[in-house]
Nanobody
Framework: QVQLVESGGGLVQAGGSLRLSCAAS????????MAWYRQAPGKQREWVAT???????NYADSVKGRFTISRDNDKNTVYLQMNSLKPEDTAVYYC???????????????WGQGTQVTVSS
C-alpha cells in the first residue's frame, strides 16, 4: 500500500511563508511525477506545481515566482516552499504521486489526505 502524508500547513499572515512536506511510504518501485494540488472551499481542486523524476518543474501561473517545489529522492519526499503568501492561497493542499509499484507497472496515481493552509489579510 502506498501512502502519502502531508505536513507543514498552518495559519500565516499575508506575505509570510510556509514549507509543506509530503512523505511517501509503502511499496514504490519508481516515481514518475510528484505534484501539489489545492482546493479552496467551494472551489474545484487545482494544480499548483509538478516535479518529475529528472527534477524538471512546472508551476501554475498563480504561484509562479512565489512557490518552489523540490524533492528528496532518497526519502521519497516532496516539498513545497511557499513565499509571499496571499489570502487567495488559502486552501487544503494535497500531495500527488504518479508511479509504479513494480518494474512492469501499472502506473497509478496516489493522493495524500491534505493539509490546511490559511493566509490572513
Amino acid at each position: 500500500q502506498v501512502q502519502l502524508v502531508e505536513s507543514g500547513g498552518g495559519l500565516v499572515q499575508a506575505g509570510g511563508s510556509l514549507r509543506l512536506s509530503c512523505a511517501a511510504s509503502g511499496s514504490i518501485f519508481s516515481i514518475e511525477v510528484m505534484a501539489w494540488y489545492r482546493q479552496a472551499p467551494g472551489k474545484q481542486r487545482e494544480w499548483v506545481a509538478t516535479i518529475t523524476r529528472g527534477d524538471s518543474t512546472n508551476y501554475a501561473d498563480s504561484v509562479k515566482g512565489r512557490f518552489t517545489i523540490s524533492r528528496d529522492n532518497d526519502k521519497n519526499t516532496v516539498y513545497l516552499q511557499m513565499n509571499s503568501l496571499k489570502p487567495e492561497d488559502t486552501a487544503v493542499y494535497y500531495c500527488n504521486l504518479v508511479g509504479a509499484r513494480t518494474p512492469v507497472g501499472p502506473v497509478s496515481t496516489y493522493w495524500g489526505q491534505g493539509t490546511q493552509v490559511t493566509v490572513s489579510s
